[in-house]
Nanobody, 116 residues
Framework: QVHLMESGGGLVRPGGSLRLSCTVS?????????MGWYRQGPGKQRELAAT???????NYADSVKGRFTISRDGAKNTVYLQMNSLKPEDTAVYYC?????????WGVGTQVTVSS
């Protein structure tokens, strides 16, 4: 019913920037309860990076606050994660998540590698 497609991952140098995109099909992003970005680094558990509710409220993990920005484009039905001042510890597979009340949807993930 709801399908998520991530894109924008890649290799960047420390201090660089990258913008991830999550395009949603099957439902308007404005009808979803919330959307977010999770990440899972090597040898680590999956953690929440950023979320945005249907009303536009945002929340960030302390580790990314001030560096990452989650936003959305209704015309493209897409949610973005702008990542600035990237650090090696940001290296992870980033997953797009969508919540619809009790239902949860996930993309397949996109790899972000921060290395010199």
């Amino acid at each position: 019913q709801v399908h998520l497609m991530e894109s924008g991952g890649g290799l960047v140098r420390p201090g660089g920037s990258l913008r991830l995109s999550c395009t949603v099909s099957g439902r308007s992003i404005y009808t979803l309860t919330a959307m977010g970005w999770y990440r899972q680094g090597p040898g680590k558990q999956r953690e929440l990076a950023a979320t945005i509710t249907s009303g536009g409220s945002t929340n960030y993990a302390d580790s990314v606050k001030g560096r990452f920005t989650i936003s959305r484009d209704g015309a493209k039905n897409t949610v973005y994660l702008q990542m600035n001042s990237l650090k090696p510890e940001d290296t992870a597979v980033y997953y797009c998540n969508a919540d619809l009340f009790l239902d949860h949807y996930w993309g397949v993930g996109t790899q972000v590698t921060v290395s010199s």
